[in-house]
T-cell receptor, first 117, second 112 residues
Framework: QQQVKQSPQSLIVQKGGISIINCAYE??????FPWYQQFPGKGPALLIA?????SEKKEGRFTISFNKSAKQFSLHIMDSQPGDSATYFCAASKSEHSGAGSYQLTFGKGTKLSVIP | ETGVTQSPTHLIKTRGQQVTLRCSSQ?????VSWYQQALGQGPQFIFQYYREEENGRGNFPPRFSGLQFPNYSSELNVNALELDDSALYLC???????????FGDGTRLSIL
């Protein structure tokens, strides 16, 4: 059972455009939603994260929008640059203090973003 | 500040062998999580260690085992290697269980 569904699988955006990646989750116990960026041959790097008490978080050109009722969240990359070309992963976790599954990140399958000049 | 470091970077093994992968957590971090990333997929949680004790395990068989040392570094051991174990193994550390996880660059394990 895939608990975090990510779309699209791949995305091509013109330089200066807006890249939008969407994720949907099933487990209502999830309360932490990070986005990671991964370049070939490297580990995932934390970009930005949100908790359900806010509907939007912005850091530089990166914005997370969160819709708790729809169980969806998305990453917007404004003014996309060729250097943003990478694979992006959404993830989710729950912060229970006991029991199996606490704190483990459940990842989507990733979106390969290509920003063309 | 030194980030998460993993060794070795690449490893080739044959079916049935055993392997040990190592991870040095970021300074000040007491929590280490291990993930398996198959080609073209997102990382899958294997297990997490918090202050030297296992704090959760994903859907992996018992031949995947781990250890965390007093300095919070960690090992991942895999016995009886199978072809499907070929993947990038990622270690992530965090300042505490509730804190963001920061990943190393992984160990690429190939099983022949």
């Amino acid at each position: 059972q895939q608990q975090v569904k990510q779309s699209p699988q791949s995305l091509i955006v013109q330089k200066g455009g807006i890249s939008i990646i969407n994720c949907a989750y099933e487990n209502t116990a999830f309360d932490y939603f990070p986005w990671y960026q991964q370049f070939p041959g490297k580990g995932p790097a934390l970009l930005i994260a949100i908790r359900p008490d806010v509907s939007e978080k912005k850091e530089g050109r990166f914005t997370i929008s969160f819709n708790k009722s729809a169980k969806q969240f998305s990453l917007h990359i404004m003014d996309s640059q060729p250097g943003d070309s990478a694979t992006y992963f959404c993830a989710a976790s729950k912060s229970e203090h006991s029991g199996a599954g606490s704190y483990q990140l459940t990842f989507g399958k990733g979106t390969k973003l290509s920003v063309i000049p | 500040e030194t980030g998460v470091t993993q060794s070795p970077t690449h490893l080739i093994k044959t079916r049935g062998q055993q392997v040990t992968l190592r991870c040095s957590s970021q300074s000040g971090h007491n929590t280490v999580s291990w993930y398996q990333q198959a080609l073209g997929q997102g990382p899958q949680f294997i297990f997490q260690y918090y202050r030297e004790e296992e704090n959760g395990r994903g859907n992996f068989p018992p031949r995947f085992s781990g250890l965390q040392f007093p300095n919070y570094s960690s090992e991942l051991n895999v016995n009886a290697l199978e072809l499907d174990d070929s993947a990038l193994y990622l270690c992530a550390s965090s300042a505490d269980r509730l804190e963001p996880q920061h990943f190393g660059d992984g160990t690429r394990l190939s099983i022949l």
